[in-house]
């Protein structure tokens, strides 16, 4: 590439320019002449960021060579306890931005690295050693890096770098250390679906490190729902009434609502919004952009709901002399409910899938934590175990939808338990029940498609103890 | 490898690509790759089939009116392509952090060209072949911001990084204390700094002043972060053959000029 050439070249010459500087001084007048820029590692707390003692990790040292120095040799030196043993080491020579060639070799042994060129490193350079799959001491604590460097004038001491935090292995991490020792382990990782779908040590790992992303994902759809709830009820009143402005309002709020992905809705709340200078959480705009969302859906399932309710209720009510707001409240939306409990539960889950889509846009929820975990061990199991916490809340919920919709079903047909059912019930209770069913079967087969009688059956159990 | 030989690869190869064709009418396609000529396997034979994230301009990105994929790296992959004597097929966008995996896995692309960065980790999972170009990190801020790289590592400044990245490990590395925010792409991460999600992005040099050239024009580099790393092409573990021949095809381009006249379309100048 064209720079190699011009870097050696211009190196060259830096190294002439510093020769004749060394050979006028003839000693070295400053001893620090190599300055430690920084030490860093890199965090090695799978899904954390802490760098964990006795673990592999990246060490990254990085030291700029100062005017009149030729360095030879790099020496890094780590306290009792760090290992380089088994390190592999990337030397970088860099002059501003660009690669300079310099040959070196790397002897790592216990606790010290040295690094030797080939060729003088000249003034202006910066060095930057990376040194991956070394270990800090077990028990953690402050690292300092020391060492020494050769330069023309002999063997110099290196500045210490700041301190790199680390912290004593945890038992996570010990046990996912028996899980990488264990023989069974090793051999379910050798298959390649099961290792990239299913790696027991990320399981456990994930399992520790998603639970926060999942609770801000049930507290993100937990707080959303009841605004989502009410707003929807409003649009869903608005849809049906018999203002014209009003329904198209209403139409318009829940076609555009429903008829775009929330994707892009997400995308203009987060990026709209600032952008207007108006600054609001995250978390907040999360909760509001899942409760504007859902509102639509659950908009038009309380208007199917209410629509439902066939026009003798209204009729009766009118003709007690209830207003259309007691009609409403008192007649007509207590049997909604119990009618659109199901959907809004299915619509609930969907909702709480939703959050997962915050994730694009910076909230730290669920698939964010998974994504986290799945770009640092390249594997996805991660997202295996966010699967595992989605379903957690998803199949209870949706096993209770079908308990509701079958007692739904059982209802709206006139039946409450069939006396068939083993309950712990008194004979006279089944007996009364028995004859009660026996009534309504005959009651619905008289007139099915009439839909007064069966419809007062669920009204009379709305004023119950159901809703 | 010599020109020679390499020459005599690339007659072979199509030799043999032509061979196959010719069998695939007869016997149904049922017999052995031609083993003898090209030492690796592909995902479908002649083609080289890439995949990457394509929101890395210039590296690559979707061309906005034909929505085709172009970029340096696109680039590279058609004159690659070229000088192994194969078509090249480039798959849909798929998000950064799952390119290594999908390259492990095998079966649905031969490599990954995504700018990405040679390193000794990605090597655990996958070959890398040998660089092709060099790169630098950076960390943008807003234009006038008064940030520094001291001051992002605070724990009420939040930093935007594409997953997977090593732009990303740089700030988990040096800015511990900030908050991180992986995005899938580097787009949504200078979207998010310019309306003021974010505080910085911190993304491979090139990036981001081709991005603050071509259309964040409000954003600004506040630190050109030295560290001299290489982009390297992925191919699987189980494909040697293919990072051999790859390795040799870029030692052709750099030779024949090909690497240059590319680098002079995207970056103005041969690096």
Redesign the interface.
Known sequence: ???TATGKRTAVAARIAALAVALMLLVPTSAFALTTN?A????NEDGG?SVIGGLPT?L?WEGSVEDGEEVTEVTLTLPEGSSFDGS?T?V???E????ASIDSEVAASGSMLTVSFAEPATSGL?L?LEV??MHFPDDGGDVVVSGTYVNQAGTQTLTDSKPI?TIANTSLQKMIASLDANPVVAAWNSN?FLG?FFKPQLLVTAFSTLVPGWLLCLVIVVVAYPFAIILGLIFALMKISKSRLLRAIAILYINILRGTPLFLQIYIM???L??MNI?ID?NVLGVIVIAINASAYLAEIFRAGIQSIPQGQYEAASSLGMSYFQTMFDIILPQTIRRVIPTVTSDFITSYKDTSLLS???VMELM?FA??L???S???TPYVAAAIFYLIVTLPLIKAVGIVEERIANSERGGGPRPKDKGAKDMSVAEAEAKLSELAVHASALDDEHAFVPSLSPMNASFGTEV | MSMLSRRQFVQASAFAAAGLLAGCGSSGGDAAPAADASEYTLVNEGKLTCISNLFFPPFESMNEATGEPEGFDIDVSKSLAEHMGLEVNWLPSQDFDTLVPTIKNGGKADVAIAGMTITDKRKEEVDMSDPYVDSNQSIVVKAGSSETAETLDDASKTIAVQGGTTGADWADENLPNATKKRLSTIIDAMSGVQSGLYDAVVCDLPVSRYQIKMSYSDLEIIEEIPTGEQYGIAVSKDNPGLTAAINAALAEMETDGSMDAIEAEWFGSAL
């Open positions: 590439m064209g720079h920084k860093t590692a890199r965090p960021s990246r990254t592999t990337k970088t020579v860099l501003g931005l660009s690669r910066l930057r991956e799959g935090k390649p990239m987060f990026f709209g600032p952008m600054n995250n694009s846009v910076g964010m994504k986290n799945t770009s640092v390249g594997n996805m």
